[in-house]
């Protein structure tokens, strides 16, 4: 093994982790520092801190990002409409590059020389983690035991947890992966790996179903300022407190499940069911707003680059020069997006049913299909025969040849 003087890890106390914990310790030989950060998962960091301790950490960090994570990362993704393959509202995506920053900060205090981490070396993880410390301090050694040690699979991990006597999380009856955060929370793994498989109810714990939600539906109104949401329901909220009460809101009416296959950056696709309740609210209202504050072809252009902005956050490249570029675009779009949206929460189902904005390019005098003063229709036709000429002259290039 490399020469370590000491080493900080990204720990949560799971059965990765933790098994981690002890292999480095006893690999080695030097002071391990477990590093947790809070960014929104219900956790008793007591006892976190008690088990981190009597795996052999030399020392337990617990560092709360639940602010930072919302601020700087959910509010920017969403302001560009982050979304992954159609679908993914990228939880864990957003929450690895934070969690990363921090583990770089906490590594140069405690004057470690090597960091590590939990993820595998089929996922992507591992290069989201790795690519923000080589980003912002690529001096430390990288130490990833998925990809050199010899226990490569969660029942040789869990033979190995109970041999040490390291109690864990998961058990052989369900060996579902979890990852949770304020944005959202992930399921991978165990009976998931396979397609075909219906997700157990008894798995979701954000959500109630959306046959068990109110038969009331739940109207709520979202206060935008500049793209980023500020209040609701009239009352102002931090990024981290608004997040969570939607999160509340939305579980409580069955909204943001999502179970897909997606492309890893690896290349395999994997399975994925996700929680992401405020998450879905937010991606919804904010959309919503911008149909009458954004100009047509300036939504245009950077609806056309959303995909490319998501997936460099998908496949980890928060801290690189391109994603710095995008997000100044993303942001330059956001000026005028300021307003309100009412939106209509009822068995799964989020609804915008009302938007209003000092900003709003929507002028009823031009739409009416009443009789206005403000619009010439007969103008129309000579705008329609000035679109149609290219395709005349197609059209008539076609008759001469035929």
């Not at 209040?231 to 897909?260: C, I, Q, T, W």
Request: charged share 25%; aromatic share 10%.
């Amino acid at each position: 093994m490399t020469s370590i003087n000491k080493i900080v890890l990204a720990y949560s106390g799971g059965l990765d982790t933790s098994v981690i914990l002890k292999w480095l310790k006893e690999e080695y030989q030097c002071p391990i520092v477990a590093y947790v950060a809070d960014v929104g998962q219900d956790e008793d960091w007591d006892k976190v801190r008690e088990k981190g301790m009597a795996t052999g950490a030399e020392k337990v960090v617990v560092a709360d990002l639940k602010e930072e994570f919302v601020r700087d990362y959910v509010f920017p993704a969403f302001r560009a409409n982050a979304i992954y393959e159609g679908s993914y509202l990228l939880g864990t995506s957003l929450a690895r590059p934070v969690i990363a920053k921090e583990q770089v900060r906490v590594a140069e205090a405690e004057g470690a020389d090597g960091v590590s981490h939990g993820a595998t070396g089929k996922g992507n993880d591992q290069v989201r983690f790795e690519l923000t410390y080589m980003a912002l301090n690529p001096k430390l050694t990288i130490i990833a035991p998925w990809r050199i040690w010899d226990l490569n699979s969660r029942t040789k991990l869990m033979a190995y947890a109970e041999k040490h006597a390291i109690p864990i999380p998961v058990t052989k009856e369900k060996p579902y992966s979890c990852d949770e955060n304020l944005l959202h929370i992930s399921f991978e793994g165990g009976l998931l790996e396979d397609p075909w498989h219906e997700t157990d109810e008894s798995m979701f714990t954000s959500t109630v179903s959306p046959e068990a939600a109110p038969d009331k539906p739940t109207y709520i109104e979202i206060e935008f300022e500049g793209g980023n949401p500020v209040a609701v329901n009239g009352e102002r909220f931090s990024p981290a407190s608004l997040l969570a009460y939607l999160n509340k809101l939305g579980g409580e009416n069955g909204v943001g499940r999502l179970d897909m296959v997606e492309n890893r950056f690896v290349g395999m696709k994997s399975r994925g069911v996700y929680e992401t309740p405020g998450g879905t609210i937010l991606h919804a209202a904010h959309r919503d707003l911008e149909t009458i504050t954004l100009d047509r072809e300036v939504m245009r252009i950077r609806d056309s680059l959303v995909p490319q902005y998501s997936t460099l956050i998908y496949n980890g490249f928060w801290f690189s020069p391109e994603m710095k570029l995008l997000q100044k675009t993303m942001d330059a779009a956001q000026e005028r997006v300021s307003g309100i949206v009412r939106l209509k929460l009822y068995k799964g189902n989020c609804m915008p049913v009302g938007r209003k904005s000092d900003q709003s390019l929507y002028q009823e005098s031009f739409a009416t299909f009443e009789e206005d003063e403000v619009y010439t229709q007969a103008d129309a036709g000579g705008f329609i025969r000035l679109h149609a000429l290219r395709l005349k002259l197609q059209a008539m290039a076609g008759s001469k040849k035929g």
